[in-house]
T-cell receptor
């Protein structure tokens, strides 16, 4: 069936290094993608989004890359900080109101 | 803080009991979503309201689940005859448009 999934369930990085979290999606009809950060005991928090007609978008310390050819999405976090430790989810949006979340990647930043 | 609140934050109940959760989005959120999240998984879509109209329901939403948004502001999610498999975090999210959502802190349900 349709799915949004992540390549790695866990990722550990040294403080100050760059982090890359990957996501594969299967629905070519998805028109919008979002990355969320979820800290323990809290709801997901919006990080950055990208529309399907774009291939790159940058925010503050974060960059999202979209490769529609291979249906792959990535989140790059520059100069990772301890406060970035969390679970990161990608979500694809279909028909403007259906949000489908992947399994999540747990990022641990080592001081 | 997204401004979306949920009540209660935690609920422990015995199997077979009914439970009701409440979500209060911010006033600009004409869209409201309910999700269920189990440990280690991403949120799973349950249902979606635009104002007071319930426009989408997932097949995950069995007939024991019902959601309402009577005045287009707060919403309630009721689970009747709870089962142990209903144990999860129930998340509410509000949105002012078709793009991003603002999640509340969730209600953690434990069914004994």
């Amino acid at each position: 069936g349709e799915s949004v999934g992540l390549h790695l369930p866990t990722l550990s990085v040294q403080e100050g290094d760059n982090s890359i979290i990957n996501c594969a999606y299967s629905n070519s009809a998805s028109d919008y993608f979002i990355w969320y950060k979820q800290e323990s005991g809290k709801g997901p928090q919006f990080i950055i989004d990208i529309r399907s007609n774009m291939d790159k978008r940058q925010g503050q310390r974060v960059t999202v890359l979209l490769n529609k050819t291979v249906k792959h999405l990535s989140l790059q976090i520059a100069a990772t900080q301890p406060g970035d430790s969390a679970v990161y989810f990608c979500a694809d949006v279909r028909r403007g109101n259906q949000f489908y979340f992947g399994t999540g990647t747990s990022l641990t930043v080592i001081p | 803080d997204t401004g979306v609140s949920q009540d209660p934050r935690h609920k422990i109940t015995k199997r077979g009991q009914n439970v009701t959760f409440r979500c209060d989005p911010i006033s600009e959120h004409n869209r409201l979503y309910w999700y269920r999240q189990t440990l280690g998984q991403g949120p799973e879509f349950l249902t979606y309201f635009q104002n007071e109209a319930q426009l989408e329901k997932s097949r995950l939403l069995s007939d024991r689940f019902s959601a309402e948004r009577p005045k287009g502001s707060f919403s309630t999610l009721e689970i009747q005859r709870t089962e142990q498999g209903d144990s999860a975090m129930y998340l509410c999210a509000g949105s002012g448009g078709p793009d991003t959502q603002y999640f509340g802190p969730g209600t953690r349900l434990t069914v004994l």
